[in-house]
């Protein structure tokens, strides 16, 4: 089954940038489709961000991802203690079988 | 707004089947636009996908789990349901629902708010 590999945690202090890497393979990576999920302390996961930078209704402009290669990278501006959260990268594999494959999910600690 | 809403016991007996079910509001789970389906998180742990139904009745499974899992759709009741068959330990985890919305990047753009299970010996 494939892998994204995201790093378990990051931190920075408030007001400061945050990056957050989703590598994959080129089997996997089907075009860099990654999206975004934020899930804040005891809840749901949420989408973040999806397509060339597309936010939900209520997600900031701070959040925004780059690519590069097999690897994409969730970046977090002016970093709030309300960031503060796990995210995950995930990918839908829409081959033969279909299957979700999401990140191990990296956990965001603001200072 | 598309809503969605797990529902089902909290507590399974080991060897027992999990059943849950995921009711939809603010559109018609027969929507062309989705697939619908069901994501696990082991208490501490990340997101893993179980699987999806489509309108169609179609199913995609995830292979670690395609042995024991059902998804099936009411459209009657604008529902669709999750059984996974002889649970262990290892499926106690919170279960969310979650609409699939096709395109390109199909995210998953709407969550339940998830249902702790618990799988008792």
């Known amino acids: 089954q494939s892998v994204l590999t995201q790093p378990p945690s990051v931190s920075a202090a408030p007001g400061q940038k945050v990056t957050i890497s989703c590598s994959g393979d080129?089997?996997?990576?089907?075009?860099?489709?990654v999206t975004w999920y934020q899930q804040l302390p005891g809840t749901a996961p949420k989408l973040l961000i999806y397509?060339?930078?597309k936010r939900p209704p209520g997600i900031p402009d701070r959040f925004s991802v780059s690519k590069s290669g097999t690897s994409v990278t969730l970046d977090i501006t002016g970093l709030q203690t309300g960031d503060e959260a796990d995210y995950y990268c995930?990918?839908?594999?829409?081959?033969?079988?279909?299957?979700?494959?999401f990140g191990g999910g990296t956990k965001l600690t603001v200072l | 707004q598309l809503q969605l809403q797990e529902s089902g016991p909290g507590l399974v007996s080991s060897s027992e089947t999990l059943s849950l079910t995921c009711t939809v509001s603010?559109?018609?789970?027969?929507?062309?636009?989705?697939?619908w389906g069901w994501i696990r998180q082991p208490p501490g742990k990340g997101l893993e996908w179980i699987g999806n139904?489509?309108?169609?009745?179609?199913?995609y499974y995830n292979p670690s789990l395609k042995s024991r899992v059902t998804l099936s759709l009411d459209t009657s009741r604008n529902q669709f349901s999750l059984k996974l068959w002889s649970v262990t330990a290892a499926d106690t985890a919170v279960y969310y629902c979650?609409?699939?919305?096709?395109?390109?990047?199909?995210?998953?753009?709407?969550w339940g708010q998830g249902t702790l299970v618990t799988v008792s010996s």
């Open positions: 139904v489509y309108s169609s009745g179609s199913t």
């Open positions: 397509d060339n930078n």
């Open positions: 603010g559109d018609s789970i027969s929507s062309v636009s989705y697939y």
């Open positions: 080129s089997s996997n990576m089907r075009g860099n489709y």
């Open positions: 979650a609409s699939q919305r096709l395109g390109s990047w199909d995210e998953l753009d709407h």
């Open positions: 995930g990918i839908w594999d829409s081959s033969l079988s279909g299957n979700w494959v």
